[in-house]
């Protein structure tokens, strides 16, 4: 059997990923329980805390393929548009399922299938409805990154887009909603829940990785079959330590972000095989990872590894390039 890659860098772990994805049992239960108690569910926290991979990956692997149909938006350039988008992608054109919908207008089914005439449904809940014919599954809306509504939209996009949610959320017919946003940008709900009183009934709160959930991750690393990362068996725990520490560094939090343990774990594992194809072998071991960098340096190394591929790219300087990138750094860094 191939060996698989353990590491995601940036990327957000999907289901497909269910088998490397540790560290949050936690939060998907307590996120499964929400979906079955309320129509609607809020999931927020600091940025890096793995909410989207919670959700595609964590929430995803509870699921039987049957028993969902996953509907994912991102804003783009409007999120009503991007919205109306996905859900015909979904359930395809209304037209081609007339007959189905006289059939079943019908017939008492189940609660997904109430009995009334096609005619008197709304163009929105008449694409709901197409969808579910079509595929015959419980649909979740997922509004992933959705403060990039208020820190892009327009208030006419924002009150346009609160209208569709209140109206789902009063369709006969069993429909999901799951909002992800960063933590900072909760204030900016104040109109949304005046109109939606129930949005912040059920909600998800996604802390950083503290070290227990980093010797979870490490610990689950080293037991994995088929991967082409090996861990030194005994080291788990103390190579667990030394990475959170390496990543914290002076900072006082009690977590760290998770996309700064997979930049660790990817840079370590380039750092022993020097592959970029990622097909070799490595063995991970304590002494490997108190002799790498902090994650300070890991990370500007990687900053310059990308601005001078970039500039060989696009034939620029690469001063040209840190200029552009200098003006996204926080007072903070």
């Known amino acids: 059997m191939e060996k698989k890659y353990p590491f995601k860098f940036l990327d957000a772990y999907t289901s497909e990923d269910s088998s490397i994805f540790f560290g949050r049992k936690e939060e998907i239960d307590a996120l499964y329980q929400m979906v079955f108690q309320s129509d609607l569910v809020l999931v927020y926290g600091p940025s890096g805390t793995g909410k989207t991979s919670i959700i595609q990956c964590g929430l995803a692997s509870k699921f039987q393929s049957h028993d969902w149909l996953p509907i994912f938006v991102r804003r783009g350039s409007d999120i009503n548009v991007a919205f109306e988008r996905a859900l015909q992608e979904a359930g395809g054109i209304a037209d081609e399922y007339d007959e189905n919908f006289e059939r079943f207008s019908a017939a008492q089914t189940r609660r997904e299938v109430p009995t009334f005439a096609t005619s008197s449904l709304s163009p929105l809940a008449r694409s709901f409805r ?133 930049v660790f774990l990817d840079k370590l594992y380039h750092e022993i095989t020097n592959d970029d194809t990622l097909q070799a072998d490595a063995l991970f071991t304590l002494e490997r990872v108190e002799n790498f960098g902090d994650l300070g340096d890991v990370l500007r190394d990687f900053l310059d590894e990308q601005v001078q591929k970039t500039a060989k790219e696009f034939q620029r300087k690469p001063e040209e390039v840190w200029k552009i990138l200098s003006p996204f750094v926080t007072l903070d860094n």
């Open 130 to 262: 197409v969808a579910y014919f079509k595929h015959f599954k419980p649909i979740y809306l997922i509004f992933d990154q959705f403060e990039e509504l208020y820190i892009l939209g327009t208030p006419a996009e924002q009150q346009k887009f609160i209208r569709t949610i209140q109206e789902i959320l009063q369709l006969k017919q069993s429909i999901k909603v799951i909002i992800s946003i960063r933590e900072e940008y909760l204030g900016h709900l104040y109109e949304f829940e005046r109109v939606v009183p129930d949005l912040l009934r059920k909600k998800l709160r996604v802390e950083a990785m503290t070290l227990g959930k980093v010797q979870e991750v490490i610990t689950a690393l080293g037991r994995l079959e088929n991967s082409n990362v090996v861990l030194k068996k005994g080291q788990e725990i103390g190579m667990a330590n030394a990475i959170f520490h390496k990543i914290k560094g002076q900072e006082k939090a009690l977590g760290i972000p998770l996309p700064y343990l997979q």
